[in-house]
C-alpha cells in the first residue's frame, strides 16, 4: 500500500508561481511511477505531468514550458512546479504513483489561480 500526501496548494495571481508537493510511503519509491493529474467540478481528471522510475518525463500541451515535475527518491517526494499560472490552471491536482500496476491517489490539493 502507498500512502500519497499533496502539500503546498493555495490562491495565486495569475502569471504567478506555486509549487506543489506529494510525500509518498514506502520503501521502494525510486521504483513508483510518479506524476499529478487535475480535476474541476463537472470535468474528468486530466494528466498534467508524469515521471516515470527512470525519469522519463511527459507533459500535457496545455502546461508545456510552464510546468516542471521533479522528484527527489531520498525525500519520497515528487514536486510540481507551477509558473505562469492561468486562471484555467485552477483546479484540484492530485498526486499519482503507479507500482507494481497498481494506482495509487492523494487526496488532492486545491490550487486556485484568481486575482
Known amino acids: 500500500q502507498v500512502q500519497l500526501v499533496e502539500s503546498g496548494g493555495g490562491l495565486v495571481q495569475p502569471g504567478g508561481s506555486l509549487r506543489i508537493s506529494c510525500a509518498a510511503s514506502?520503501?521502494?519509491?525510486?521504483?513508483?511511477?510518479m506524476g499529478w493529474y487535475r480535476q474541476t467540478p463537472g470535468k474528468q481528471r486530466e494528466l498534467v505531468a508524469t515521471?516515470?522510475?527512470?525519469?522519463?518525463?511527459n507533459y500535457a500541451d496545455s502546461v508545456k514550458g510552464r510546468f516542471t515535475i521533479s522528484r527527489d527518491n531520498a525525500k519520497r517526494t515528487v514536486y510540481l512546479q507551477m509558473d505562469g499560472l492561468k486562471p484555467e490552471d485552477t483546479a484540484v491536482y492530485y498526486c499519482?504513483?503507479?507500482?507494481?500496476?497498481?494506482?495509487?491517489w492523494g487526496q488532492g490539493t486545491q490550487v486556485t489561480v484568481s486575482s
Open positions: 515521471i516515470a522510475s527512470g525519469g522519463k518525463i
Open positions: 514506502g520503501n521502494s519509491f525510486s521504483r513508483y511511477a
Open positions: 499519482y504513483a503507479n507500482y507494481l500496476s497498481r494506482n495509487y
